[in-house]
């Protein structure tokens, strides 16, 4: 059984910034690529960012060089550093593992929210 859990979201002023966390239960934590999606209310989920066993990463265009996605393969937990927060970036957060290059276990979610 693999869970995940994401914490570190919340309400923020545009420009402003933060940290999503992603911690993973099982042991195929370090052998599998993760990513970070999105969805907001009306729209479809969309990749936000996704990274490899090895480290490797991969960004929406809407959040390259504002966002950065890392793994902490000894805390089976993986991170989304946000900064320079916009309101189009309010959605639910969820992280996912992937299996056969397919994003196939998910979190909860997490809600950010951007506004003034």
């Known amino acids: 059984q693999v869970q995940l859990v994401e914490s570190g979201g919340g309400l923020v002023e545009p420009g402003g910034s933060l940290r999503l966390s992603c911690a993973a239960s099982?042991?195929?934590?370090?052998?599998?690529?993760m990513g970070w999606y999105r969805q907001a209310p009306g729209k479809r989920r969309e990749l936000v960012a996704d990274?490899?066993?090895?480290?490797?990463?991969n960004y929406a265009d809407s959040v390259k060089g504002r966002f950065t996605i890392s793994r902490d393969n000894a805390k089976n937990t993986i991170y989304l550093q946000m900064n320079s927060l916009k309101p189009e970036d309010t959605a639910v957060y969820l992280c996912?593992?992937?299996?056969?290059?397919?994003?196939?276990?998910w979190g909860q979610g997490a809600q950010v929210t951007v506004s003034s």
């Open positions: 996912a593992v992937y299996r056969r290059g397919t994003p196939t276990y």
């Open positions: 990274i490899s066993s090895g480290g490797t990463t």
């Open positions: 099982g042991s195929i934590f370090s052998f599998s690529p």
